[in-house]
């Protein structure tokens, strides 16, 4: 997969940013690397991905495959960083504020969403989308 461009819009190559995240071989150090391997996920349908970085009292209520469904059924189009608060390697809580291209039934949808992550334990977890 070298030389291949990450989907979640870093300019950087997938094996050099999301992709040791997803492969399970590297944590992301700060929420919105987390949040940019999360949009790579659903780019890449690794719904498991997903689950495992679910702030994890929420875990055993995800919808696997609701989330798989709208993962495949949508062309996702791009990645766009609007804002971060806090989040970053000593903090833990952060916010990100996002928004994702998609198209889906034919039509271009933006996904835009203000998400809180925390870290638990050195690892940081997306909790939920919180009013902007």
Do not use: N
């Amino acid at each position: 997969m070298s030389g291949e461009e990450c989907p979640c819009g870093s300019g950087k190559g997938f094996d050099l940013c999301c992709e040791p995240y997803l492969a399970g071989k590297a944590l992301p150090e700060t929420a919105e690397a987390l949040m940019r391997s999360r949009y790579s996920a659903y780019v890449r349908q690794l719904i498991p991905y997903l689950k495992e970085t679910l702030w994890p009292k929420y875990q055993p209520s995800f919808d696997a495959q609701g989330t798989a469904r709208w993962a495949a059924e949508s062309h996702w189009t791009g990645l766009s960083v609007l804002a971060t608060d806090k989040g970053g390697p000593a903090d833990r809580d952060g916010t990100v504020l996002f928004e994702a291209k998609y198209l889906s039934a034919g039509k271009l949808h933006v996904h835009r969403e203000l998400s809180r992550f925390r870290k638990k334990s050195g690892r940081w977890y997306y909790v939920e989308a919180v009013p902007e």
